[in-house]
């Protein structure tokens, strides 16, 4: 499941919040381009088209705003709805905010509620990439904390550094050669709660970009 999915339903997310915003789509293909070895589509015009070496992952994990693209996605349409519960530890009691929970009590947390406290992603309803980049080093640390995309601790997700390596490889496929238009995202819900269900499409028109 978490394999097909919740990266299918990320992705998708991300996809159609590029799809929307095209002057996003015009500055990540310009930082994915600026590459020594972009990820040129075999049948595109440019002269380096037909190389084929590939960008190395820690490469694209450097790029600032391909991923700051998909955390500012990530951490406004979440995969994973679940409440993710914990047991406080035997014979003693814990603070938790402003709370003392007695031993052995059942808490939950929900990323869908922490990527929304506004004291630490102001406007947290809208799409702003642009908040992992203009930030204090204090600010970011912050927002780190918060960002519970992948759990935390000895129950994180797994498959958290092999997704987004997926992630970025496959952006940048697209968008170093396509942009991206949305034709028909009303079967798609992408505002509930609960992201992404059974029956739900999205239909997207690419054209090349060369």
Known sequence: ????????????????????????????????????????????????????????????????????????????RGTVPTPNPRITPAGTKITLGPYTLPPR??????????????????????WLPDRWLNRSATELAEMEKWFWAFGSGSRACLGRNVAMELMRYALAGVYTNFETSVVDDEGFGYEKF??????NRLLLGFARVD
């Open 194 to 199: 609960v992201t992404g269900s059974l029956g």
């Open 105 to 126: 009590t059942r808490i939950s947390a929900f990323a869908w509620c922490l990527h929304r406290n506004e004291a630490v992603f102001p406007q947290p309803e809208l």
């Open 1 to 76: 499941m978490a394999t097909r999915d919740t990266f299918g339903v990320a992705f998708s997310f991300i996809l159609l919040e590029l799809s929307k915003h095209p002057y996003a789509q015009t500055r990540l293909r310009a930082e994915l381009r600026s590459l020594k070895t972009p990820l040129w589509h075999p049948n595109s015009y440019h002269p380096n088209s037909k190389q084929t070496t590939l960008p190395s992952p820690d490469t694209l994990k450097q790029l600032p705003y391909l991923c700051a693209v998909i955390k500012e996605s990530i951490r406004l």
